[in-house]
C-alpha cells in the first residue's frame, strides 16, 4: 500500500468545523484514501458513496431525509458529483448541524464544482489529491517509505542509480496509483487504456455536444504530443478545425476535471518579456503515453526533455501549498527558465535539464539574473549528483530530477 502525505492533514481536520473536500481526476486514490483515514478514527462514522443508487435517491432527496436517518457525528461521502444538489446539503449541514463532521470526494462535474465554491465559501476546505510524486510511488514499489534524503550507508552514486532506475520506471507507466501491484506490461497498459476510454465516454460526453467529441480527441492527441509546450490557442483553433471560443472550452473541461493544468507566464517588465501565453501540462505521463501510443524505453524517446520537464512541474504542484506561485518566464528573443517559483514575494528561477551531467549555468538563468539582479539563488535539475556552484555572488543549486520537490525548501 502507498503513502499519501495528504493523510495525517486530512486526518487532522476531524476536529475543524468546515466541511473537508477532497477532489482530483479519475482513478488517484480519492477512495482509497478515505479508507486509509477511516481504519483510523477512533469514533463511529457513516460511509456513503453515491455511485450507489439507494445513496444517492437519499440525498436527492435532500438534508432533511439523509440527515433523519444519520446516527453518527462523523460522515464520509464518495462520488458526491452524482448529485445535483449536493451543495444545498452541505449549506444545510454546515449551518444547521455545526456538530457533524463532513469529508467529501468527488471529480468531474464542472457545474457541480463551480457551484460549491458559491454556495461553501467560507464553509469547506479544499485538498487537491493528484497522481502519485515520485516519493509516494516508491513507498508502494518497496513496501517502505522512502525519504528524501536517499538511501542510507551507501555512496551518493549508488544513491544516484537507485533512484534514476525507478525515476525512469515511473515515468514510463505515470504515477495512477492503481498500476502499482501490477507486474506485466500489457496489464498495466490494459488498465491506462481503460482509464482514458472511460474519461473520455463517461466524462468528456457530459460536458460536450456529440458532434465535438472528434474535434476534442483531435486536440487532445495534439496537446498530448506537445506536452509542457505554450499553448497558442488562435493557432491550435485551426489544427483542431474549431473556433477559438471551443477551444476555451475544452480547455475549460481538462482544467476543470484536473487532466491538465496551465502555467502562466511571469513578467514584470512587459516590453520584452512573455505576458500572456500560458505552458500546459498533463497530468499524468502513463495517460499521454497512451494517448500518443508509444511506451517505448525512456532512453529511445525523443520527449525525454518534456517528460522531465512536466514530472518537475507537477513534483512541485502535488508538494506546493497555498503560500507558493508558480509561472514561467520567456523573453521576445526567445531567452526561458522552465519555472519561476514565487512565495512572500521572494523569486527561485528553476531549470530542468534533460541530459546534462555536468555543472554549469544555463543561458536562460544568465538572463533571467540579468533582469532581476535581486534574486539570491536558484536551481538545475539535471543528470547528476548534487551540489552547487557561485555565480557572480548568487547561489546555484544542482539536483537530480527525481528530487524535484527540494525546490520548495530553498524559498
Known amino acids: 500500500m502507498y503513502q499519501r502525505f495528504q493523510t495525517e492533514n486530512l486526518l487532522r481536520e476531524v476536529q475543524n468545523k468546515y466541511i ?20 483510523q478514527m477512533q469514533q463511529p462514522f457513516s460511509v456513503y458513496n453515491l455511485e450507489n443508487p439507494l445513496h444517492l435517491e437519499l440525498f436527492n432527496r435532500g438534508y432533511t431525509s439523509f440527515t433523519q436517518q444519520l446516527h453518527s457525528k462523523l460522515v464520509f461521502i464518495d462520488e458526491f458529483q452524482y448529485c445535483p444538489n449536493i451543495s444545498s446539503v452541505f449549506k444545510a449541514m454546515y449551518d444547521l448541524q455545526p456538530d457533524i463532521k463532513i469529508f467529501a470526494s468527488g471529480s468531474s462535474s464542472l457545474e457541480i464544482m463551480s457551484h460549491l465554491k458559491e454556495s461553501l465559501a467560507g464553509r469547506k476546505k479544499e485538498t487537491i489529491l493528484y497522481p502519485l510524486s515520485f516519493f509516494e510511488y516508491l513507498s508502494a514499489e518497496l513496501k517502505t517509505i522512502a525519504q528524501t534524503d536517499g538511501i542510507e550507508s551507501v555512496s551518493p552514486i549508488d544513491e544516484w542509480e537507485f533512484y534514476t532506475n525507478r525515476f525512469q520506471n515511473f515515468l514510463h507507466f505515470g504515477a495512477l496509483p492503481g498500476l502499482y501491484g501490477m507486474t506485466e506490461e500489457l496489464e498495466k497498459r490494459e488498465y491506462l487504456f481503460e482509464i482514458y476510454k472511460t474519461y473520455i465516454a463517461k466524462d468528456i460526453k457530459s460536458f460536450l455536444r456529440e458532434e465535438s467529441i472528434l474535434s476534442f480527441n483531435k486536440m487532445l492527441t495534439w496537446l498530448a504530443m506537445n506536452n509542457t509546450s505554450q499553448l497558442n490557442k488562435h493557432s491550435l483553433s485551426k489544427i483542431v478545425g474549431v473556433s477559438s471560443r471551443q477551444i476555451d472550452r475544452y480547455i475549460e473541461v481538462l482544467e476543470g476535471t484536473f487532466v491538465m493544468a496551465s502555467l502562466p507566464p511571469f513578467s514584470k517588465n512587459k516590453s520584452k518579456e512573455i505576458t500572456k501565453m500560458p505552458k500546459f501540462y498533463f497530468y499524468d ?8 501510443q508509444d511506451f517505448r524505453p525512456f532512453h529511445l524517446r525523443p520527449d525525454v526533455g518534456s517528460q522531465k520537464e512536466a514530472f518537475v512541474f507537477w513534483e512541485l504542484k502535488k508538494y506546493a501549498d497555498i503560500r507558493y506561485a508558480m509561472y514561467y518566464w520567456r523573453t521576445s ?3 526561458e527558465v522552465d519555472f519561476i517559483l514565487v512565495k512572500d514575494r521572494l523569486i527561485l528561477p528553476i531549470e530542468v535539464k534533460s541530459q546534462w551531467d555536468i555543472k554549469k549555468i544555463p543561458p536562460g538563468l544568465k538572463a533571467f539574473f540579468s533582469f532581476y539582479p535581486e534574486v539570491e539563488r536558484a536551481i538545475v ?20 530530477h527525481y528530487k524535484a520537490s527540494k525546490a520548495l525548501e530553498l524559498l
Open 20 to 39: 473537508s473536500v477532497l477532489i482530483g481526476s479519475r482513478q488517484v486514490g480519492k477512495s482509497t484514501l478515505f479508507s486509509i483515514m477511516q481504519k
Open 285 to 292: 505521463q502513463g495517460i499521454i503515453n497512451t494517448i500518443i
Open 381 to 400: 535539475f539535471y543528470d547528476g549528483l548534487e551540489d552547487q556552484l557561485l555565480y557572480e555572488n548568487k547561489t546555484i543549486f544542482f539536483a537530480p
Open 333 to 335: 528573443d526567445s531567452q
